[in-house]
């Protein structure tokens, strides 16, 4: 059974930094893709940040680069969301994602490629 459990949210003020954990149990983790996403009041689910299994690569949407960083510890299946210069508008729930294959390589950015999700981490960022 895999589980995904996120940690690491919290309440900050405008320009703060927080680094989120997700701890995955369940499969075997430094094979797959991981992302995080969130979703804000009213809004729909939205990517965020992802990083890829064999090589590490990275991607962000427009509105975090620069600021968050994603990573991986194999040895702890465990990614992280490293956020910095936090905004208003990154107020939401935050979720992390893993699919379910690595083969062929899915689009990482696709939150249809992702089939097993955490419960969330609420991260409020605070003007």
């Known amino acids: 059974q895999v589980q995904l459990v996120e940690s690491g949210g919290g309440l900050v003020q405008v320009g703060g930094s927080l680094r989120l954990s997700c701890a995955a149990s369940g499969l075997s983790f430094s094979y797959y893709a991981m992302g995080w996403f969130r979703q804000a009041p009213g809004k729909e689910r939205e990517f965020v940040a992802a990083i890829n299994w064999n090589d590490d690569s990275t991607y962000y949407r427009n509105t975090v680069k620069g600021r968050f960083t994603i990573s991986r510890d194999n040895a702890k299946s465990t990614v992280y969301l490293q956020m910095k210069t936090l905004k208003p508008e990154d107020t939401a729930v935050y979720y992390c994602?893993?699919?379910?294959?690595?083969?062929?390589?899915?689009?990482?950015?696709?939150?249809?490629?992702?089939?097993?999700w955490g419960q969330g981490t609420q991260v409020t960022v605070s003007s």
């Open positions: 994602a893993a699919p379910n294959r690595n083969s062929p390589p899915i689009q990482v950015t696709r939150e249809d490629n992702y089939v097993y």
